[in-house]
Each structure stands twice: as C-alpha cells, then as structure tokens.
C-alpha cells in the first residue's frame, strides 16, 4: 500500500487534495499538520474523511516544519487520538508520552538525515517496545548497502515495520519496501513536492513502479549508473512488464564508483535477476561478472548483465541495437532484411562523430558489417585511439565536413536536451543521398535530424536505437519476445511536452 503524504499551508487545499488522492486510487493519506500555517483544526480534517489516515506533526529536527511548543504539539496529538484518527505518528522520544487509546493505531518513528546508524536492529527493538503497531525508521543512505539492511530489517522484524533509506541512493528502498513485507511505504502528491529527499509521487509509485503488484516472489531488474535520476529505462521496462503481465519492477539504482563491488554482492540480497549498465560503470563492471559476451569483450563494455543462480553474465546490447536501426533505415520502411544477405552496411562510406561509448557500439557493429569509417572527435587523440582498435581513420574535427560519406553517425551528446539549438554538423553538409543518424534520443527530433530532414536525407532517430537496445534486454532479462510497441510509445510520451 502506498501511503500519500499531503502538506498544504491552508485546510481547504488539504482537504481537496485528501478528495482528490482518493478518487485516483489512493487508500491512505498522512496528514502533515506541521505544514498548516494557521491554527491546526483536526475536527475539520477528519470528519468526513474519504481515506484513513495517519495524523503526524513533525518538528524541524525531524524534518518537519513545526517551531511551537512540544506541549502545544503533543496535545494536537492526543487530540487527533480522541478524535479516532487511524494512526498517529509518535517519534520515540515522546513514545512514553502518548498513551494508547480508541482504536487509533501508534507508529513509532525514528529519523536521521545524515546516516543509516549501524545499530539498526538495537534501534528497532527499543522502538519496538514501545508499544508499537507500526515501527518506521527513515535515514539517509551514503552507500547502496543501507538500502540492503534496511529492507533486511524490514523483512526479519515481527512488529510491521516501514524502513526507507532517503536521498537518491535511497530511491530503491522505497520501491522495494512491499517485497521485503513493508505494510506500506510513503509517496507525495506531485513530484515537485516532494516532503523528504528522494520521495516519488503517487504517480510515478503508482504507474512507473506499479508498486500495488509488488510482493515477495516479484523478480527485480534495474538501472546502475551514477547519476541515474535522469534515466528514462524504468519507465520503459516497467512498461513491458506491465503489459506481458511479468511479476517484476525495473528500479533506478545510483551506485557511486567506489561502491559498485559491493553492490553487486548484494545483488542476490535485493533480488536481482537482471541490470542495464550505464555511466560510469560500463567497462568497470567486467571485473564482477563471471562471464563477458564476445560483442561486450569486443567493445570493451557492458550494458547488460543477466543473473541467474551462480552465473553472472554481461552482454552488450548498444552495438546491435544501433545497427539493426541504422539497416533498417538503409533498407527503408517497408524492405525486410533477408536471411543470409550481406548487410546494407557493407562498403558504405560511414562518418562517426565523437569517440565515447556509444561511438565505441556502433565502431564495432561498422567493422564486423565491412563499413568503411572514418571518425573525428573534439579529443583527436581519442578518435585516434578508436580508429586504430576497430579499423577506421581518425581526422581532425575542424576537417569532419571534408570527407563524402553515405551514413553520417552522431554519437556525442551534441543537440542533447536542453542544448537543443546545438548540431555536430553544418546543415550546409548535408546531401539528400546520406543516410542521417544522430543517437541522442531525448530530443528525438534533435537539431540535427530536422536539419538532415529538410535537406531530404533519409533519418534514423536515437529513439529507434534506445527502443531496440531496450527489447534486446528485455530479451535477455525474461526469454521473451518485448512489446516493441509499448516501448516505443512510453519513451515518446515521456520525452515529449507532457513529463512526469
């Protein structure tokens, strides 16, 4: 169950809020009293209400907004307990303060926005004792490994207990909560509100995470990168799951350099059966893994990992993602690939921008299909770093016009939102005969491709790519066929006008 938390300043935006949230779905609301600017009015708040609810008035070192009296604080309290509120959230420190009474249930509280102690378990027993219907312990995480005790507290406590690790290295914590037995876990109203660090709405814990659906045998994929808020892959993943009806959820794991060894010890801990790699982990994470693919070990990355019992496996999705984009735009819309046929790659003159990872994909998808490349980079020494491993020729990024290719690849980040009125290359370059393919996906129409457009060239779209990459993983992830459709949708929809 996810508990929606509301803090409004006026009663009136409270209750409709508390209207509204039940009309989506909601099934518990927390009443943040602490956020009210006037004088609390608990009978207004309650009466009538269209969900349970749990009453909390948080001080300022908790996290919360209240600067009164504790006398003052501790009496709403007691108030909201005569009044029949469904819970009350009590810190520990004033647990003994608070005497049961009615029918309303106690939470037990506990916060640290600096660290997850050490002494979980002693912490959690003493909190425990304190005649506790419901333990909650929120701290901040530093390392992935909080995220592992604490769902490990959840799961081996006998008094129900709701433990989140904050902050984004926190985030899976609050999505993993319901596997590991959490009785509920807390969301905001909107994504831009949110009442603590690393909080999600209840509409991305709702329709991303499908967080109602997730239990103890629900199979755990993610996303490893540091940063990783920004990535779109748990929208698209989640999305497949839904529609195949998969009992799984793909989650965002930020994961520091420094703690990528550990974190894939924990992997079995959390569950995990599957990840996508990303920034800066993809030529790190060769040394934890018991086996590489031959296409990983030939680009010398991995964005694919695969669990399953003791073998530990990455595979490189990028390389093949992008070629079978790029030949499916060589060949056009309604031309199927034949079985056996060389490749439309073969012999064409290919131009790559940029010497980076994914340039590093799509190097060696060109040699193995007989392409003819030339790259150039703002860093020439890295181009020529590249064209010596995979077969090319490097030149200067002053001179990338000069040469007459067929395909011209981009495969820097140039167009990138929101440096969307940028393009790696001159529109007065562009012919109608090239074959135009810019990586970046978010735009998808980037200033390159409209430019590649109006020019009459034919364009292959980052979207195209991201999506079929996507599938391949999904592949490897569950043995199945993607929604190549669903996939392809959610990535539009999110990286057009209208985003969570």
Request: hydrophobic share 40%; with cysteine; charged share 25%.
């Amino acid at each position: 169950m996810i508990c929606v938390s509301i803090g409004r300043s006026r009663h009136k935006h409270m209750l409709a809020e508390h209207k509204h949230l039940a009309e989506q779905g909601a099934k518990l609301v927390e009443l943040r009293l602490d956020y009210i600017s006037s004088r609390v009015n608990l009978g207004r708040l309650l009466t009538d209400r269209p969900t349970p609810v749990i009453v909390t008035y948080r001080r300022e070192e908790d996290g919360g907004k209240y600067a009164g009296s504790e006398e003052q604080r501790m009496k709403a309290i007691r108030e909201a307990i005569v009044l029949g509120a469904d819970y009350v959230d009590i810190e520990e420190d004033i647990a003994d303060k608070i005497p049961r009474y009615g029918k309303t249930k106690r939470i037990v509280s506990y916060h640290n926005f600096r660290h997850t102690p050490d002494d979980l378990e002693e912490l959690h027993a003493r909190m425990a004792a304190m005649d506790a219907d419901v333990v909650k312990i929120a701290t901040m995480a530093q390392r992935p490994r909080d995220n592992v005790r604490m769902l490990e507290l959840v799961k081996n406590a006998t008094v129900p207990t709701v433990g989140m690790c904050m902050g984004d290295i926190g985030t899976p914590s609050r999505i993993l909560g319901a596997r590991f037995g959490a009785p509920f876990t807390y969301a905001t109203f909107h994504h831009e509100r949110t009442l603590a660090p690393g909080q999600l709405s209840f509409q991305q814990m709702s329709e991303v995470y499908n967080y109602e659906k997730i239990g103890p045998e629900t199979a755990v994929y993610g996303v490893v990168a540091d940063p990783v808020a920004h990535s779109l892959s748990p929208h698209i993943h989640n999305a497949a799951f839904r529609a195949h009806e998969v009992n799984a959820v793909y989650v965002p794991f930020r994961v520091p350099p420094d703690s990528l060894g550990e974190f894939m010890e924990d992997a079995p801990r959390l569950g995990l059966r599957g990840l996508s790699v990303t920034i800066p982990h993809k030529e790190a994470i060769a040394a934890h893994l018991t086996k590489v693919d031959p296409a990983a070990k030939g680009i010398a990355a991995v964005n694919t990992v695969v669990i399953r019992d003791d073998q530990v496996v990455g595979y490189n999705t990028d390389y093949k993602g992008a070629m079978d984009a790029l030949e499916h735009g060589l060949r056009g819309p309604n031309e199927e690939a034949i079985a056996g046929a060389a490749s439309p790659l073969t012999g064409k003159r290919v131009m790559v921008l940029g010497a980076g990872g994914v340039s590093r994909a799509v190097l060696y998808g060109l040699q193995k299909r007989g392409a003819q490349v030339t790259i150039s980079s703002r860093t020439k020494a890295r181009a020529e770093t590249l064209a010596k491993e995979f077969g090319a020729r490097a030149i200067e990024w002053a001179a990338r016009h000069n040469p007459d290719v067929d395909v011209l690849v981009n495969g820097t980040p140039i167009g990138m939102h929101p440096n969307v009125d940028e393009s790696p290359y001159g529109k007065a370059h562009l012919r109608p005969s090239m074959v135009v393919f810019d990586t970046v996906y978010n735009p998808e129409s980037t200033l390159l491709v409209k430019e590649a457009r109006d020019h009459g060239c034919r364009v292959v779209t980052g979207v195209e790519m991201f999506i079929r990459q996507a599938s391949l993983q999904y592949l490897l992830f569950t043995g199945d066929d993607p929604p190549f459709d669903v996939m392809r949708e959610t990535l539009k929809r999110i990286i057009g006008p209208v985003k969570y």
